[in-house]
C-alpha cells in the first residue's frame, strides 16, 4: 500500500509562517467583552496549535467585573472551545496557554489598577521569560480609549521607541475600531495616541487587511504582469465593490445607531479595499512604501460636496422581512434601537479618483445589513470591445469582461469572457474561468485576527492603517455625513429584510448607463 504524503499539492508548500516573533505580555483593555471572546482569544489558541505563537507568550485581561485568575483562565478557555475554528478542542493546548493567563480587576481610570498590571506583567516576565515585551490591546469601547492611554502612559507603562538593545523589550499599542466618528475625532484620538505612542508602536486594526483574499488584491496585481497593463482608465469601465450581509446587527443596537453602515463598513474596511485596487506599485513591500501608496488614493479621492452627496449616495434601512426563511425584525424592531431611528443599514455610493489611472472611471461602493446573501466581491468591468462584431445579425451580444476577486465566501478570482457557442452559426456566448483558493491549496485560512496579532507581535505594521490612512478616509466619509446632515432623509425603512436593499441604489448606476454586477 503506497503512503500519499500529506503535502501532495506543491501549491501548499510554503503556507506555514517563519517565526520572527519574540514572547510577550498581551494585556486586552475590555477583556470580558464579546471581541476577547469571539476573536481574540481564539486568534491566540489557533496561533498556540500551529506552533506560532512563541512559548512564553501570556495573556492578561484588565477590566472592570470581578473575577480571580481561575475564573477568567476558565473563561477564556472556554471561549476558544467555543469559538475556535480548529475543532475538536484540544485540552492540552488550551491548559498550556492558560499557564500564563492572568486578570486584573479594575475600573479604566484607577492609577492603582495600572500598578497592579505592572506587578502582573513583571511576574511574568521572570516566570515565563516575556522579556518586558508588551502588546496592548484597546478592546474597551471607544469613549473608554483616551483614558486608558492616558493612565498607561502616566503610569511609566509605555517605553518609547523600539529596543535599543538594552533588556527592556518593546511596547505596542493595538487599537480597534471605531477609530473615532468623523474627521475632528480621528484627529483627537490620533493626537492622543502620538502624546504617549510613537507612530510605529501603534497598531490601527482592520481586520479586512487579515484576510488572505485581501491580501491577495496586491498579489494578484503585482505578481503577474497582464492584469497590471488593463488596470486603468483606458481598460476599465467601472469597479463595483460590494460587501453584503445577510446578518442584522445582532444585538449591538446602541453601537449600531451611533455608527450606521457607512461609518461601520465604509470608513474602514471598504475604503481600505478601494485603497488596494487602485494604488500604484509600491516601491518595496514594506509597511511605509505600501502605506504611502495606499494613502495617495485615499486623498485623492474627491470630497464629496452637499449636490454631489445628494446624486452619488443612497441610504437605506430593512423593514421586517425574512431572511433565509426566517421572519426577522425591521431595524426600528431590534434591541435599544429607537423606534424612528434614521441611522442607515444600507450605503451605495459613486466615488471618483482624481489622478491619471483613475480619472473618470466611478467605483461605485454597496454594503448592507439583512440581504439576501452575504458576499463580498470586487468586480471590475473592462470595456466594451471597440467594435461589435459580434453584436449583430443574431451572433448574441458578447458581455464585456469582468474580473471578479472574491473576498468571501467561496474565495476565489473567475474571469467573464466570450466564447464561441459550438456550431455552424457564429454565436458568442459570456463564459467563466474560475479559480478557487479552496480547491487548489485545500486549507482552511488563518483567521484574520491571528495573522494581525501575530504580526503585531513581529513588529509588522504593514496591515495596519497608519495615522494618515485614517484621517484621509474619514475626510471622505465626513464629507458624506456633513451632506447628509443637510439632505432630507430618505423615507426609512425603504427595504424588507432579505431583499437587495432600496431601489434608489440600482438608480444610481442605471443613471449612468450601467448595472450592478450580480452576485
Ligand atoms: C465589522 C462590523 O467590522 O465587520 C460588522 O462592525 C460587520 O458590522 C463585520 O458585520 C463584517 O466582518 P466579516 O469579517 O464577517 O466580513
Known sequence: M??????????????????????????????????????????????????QLPAGSSLVGFARRPFSDDEFRAEMLEAAKRFSRQQPYRPSIGERFGEGIRYVQASFEDPAGYERLEQVCAELDSTRGTRGNRLFYLATAPTAYPTVIERLGAAGLVRRG??????QGWTRVVVEKPFGRDLTTARELNAQLARVFDEDQVYRIDHYLGKETVQN???????????????????????????????????????????????????????????????????ALDANAVRDEKVKVLRAIHRLNTAEVARRTVRGQYGPGVVDGEPVPGYRQEERVAPDSTTETFVALKLLIDNWRWAGVPFYLRHGKRLPKRSTEIAIRFKETPQLLFGQGGAGWSQPNILTLRIQPDEGIALRFGTKVPGARVQVRSVMMDFRFGASFGRQSAEAYERLILDAMQGESTLFTRRDETEAAWAIVTSILEGWQHLPPPELPNYEAGTWGPSAARDLVVRDGRSWVRV
Open 162 to 167: 523600539e529596543p535599543n538593545g538594552t533588556d
Open 217 to 283: 488584491i496586491m498579489t494578484f496585481r503585482f505578481a503577474n504582469s497582464i492584469f497590471e497593463s488593463v488596470w486603468d482608465r483606458d481598460h476599465v469601465d467601472n469597479v463595483q465593490i460590494t460587501v453584503f450581509e445577510s446578518i442584522g446587527i445582532e444585538g449591538r443596537g446602541p453601537y449600531y445607531e451611533e455608527a450606521g453602515a457607512l461609518r461601520d463598513m465604509v470608513a474602514n474596511h471598504m475604503l481600505q479595499v478601494l485603497s488596494l485596487v487602485a494604488m500604484e506599485p509600491p516601491v
Open 2 to 51: 503506497s503512503v500519499i504524503p500529506i503535502m501532495t499539492n506543491p501549491l501548499r508548500e510554503g503556507l506555514r509562517a517563519e517565526l520572527t516573533a519574540e514572547p510577550c505580555v498581551v494585556v486586552i483593555f475590555g477583556a470580558t467583552g464579546d471581541l476577547t471572546h469571539r476573536k481574540l482569544m481564539p486568534a491566540l489558541y489557533n496561533l498556540t496549535i500551529e506552533g
